[in-house]
């Protein structure tokens, strides 16, 4: 079975566990540098992107998270673990956070604003139907939640959502933000990236479609294996 490794220095990293129990694969609690090491893929959960970036800085976990997310092995982050994932992020109150970046986008930290305007929403996902069948949406659960201003040209767009008029010209810098719709869930080759939560959903389809991602990027390291062994 698929070994998956959950960061857990702080935030959704116990529903992340188990949400991946419940679709038969084993999670792995990621807490040192070292233990990244064995590991094929990994999630870094939602929570707080401060804490967390304060948290990863102290365990030293910044280089080998960014050596994890450059081998190409499979990286979701949901929510905080979004924010860790960009290469760029604004709209911090106080000054910048460290980030892991890889991920080619600009994410504003908290673009749906404070813990009053989290909401759940249904959001259509055309991908998640035709990886997983059944319905066209899944339930979005948004806690103080980031969203992703702008992407580069290798970013895949999966899902995007209405701008609440509560948050509606948040600056992207000096800009203000005047779309009608902001990107929510993303990929970019091996990396993931979700502003909501599917670990405190019932719904698997989103662990099973990086589960997906997970056993075809081991497919390929193992057909280059292969390669290299034979040439
Ligand atoms: N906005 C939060 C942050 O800056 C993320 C919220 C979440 O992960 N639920 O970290």
């Known amino acids: 079975a698929a070994v998956v490794g959950v960061l857990a220095l702080q935030g959704s990293y116990n529903e992340h566990m188990a949400a991946l129990r419940r679709i038969g694969a084993k999670g792995v609690e990621v807490r040192k540098p070292e233990q990244l090491l064995g590991l094929d893929s ?7 992107s401060t804490t967390m970036a304060k948290l990863a800085d ?5 280089p080998a998270l960014r ?5 190409g092995k499979p990286v979701w982050g949901t929510c905080a673990g979004l924010i860790f994932l960009a290469n760029k992020a604004v709209g911090q109150k106080s000054g910048g956070q460290e980030l892991v970046g890889g991920l080619d986008c600009t994410v504003h930290r908290n673009f749906f604003g ?3 305007q989290s909401f759940e929403t249904e959001l259509p996902v055309p991908m998640l139907a035709e990886k997983e069948g059944g319905s066209l ?5 948004f806690i103080r939640a980031p969203a992703i201003l702008e992407v580069g040209p290798h970013v895949e767009v999966l899902a995007d959502c209405p701008v609440p008029t509560i948050t509606s010209g948040k600056g992207l810098e000096d800009e203000v933000y ?3 719709r902001v990107i929510v869930a993303v990929r970019q080759g091996d990396i993931l990236a979700t502003a909501f939560h599917p670990e405190l959903t019932s719904d698997s389809r989103w662990h099973r479609l990086f589960l997906a991602m997970d056993k075809d990027s081991q497919a390929r390291s193992l057909a280059a294996l292969s390669l290299s062994v034979s040439s």
């Not at 050596?67 to 081998?71: N, Q, R, T």
């Open 58 to 62: 102290y365990h030293n976990l910044f």
């Open 114 to 116: 404070s813990q009053l």
């Open 67 to 71: 050596e994890f997310v450059s081998a």
């Open 137 to 141: 949406t899944c339930r979005g659960v």
């Open 42 to 48: 990994l999630i870094i959960p939602g929570g707080e």
């Open 178 to 180: 005047s779309k009608d």
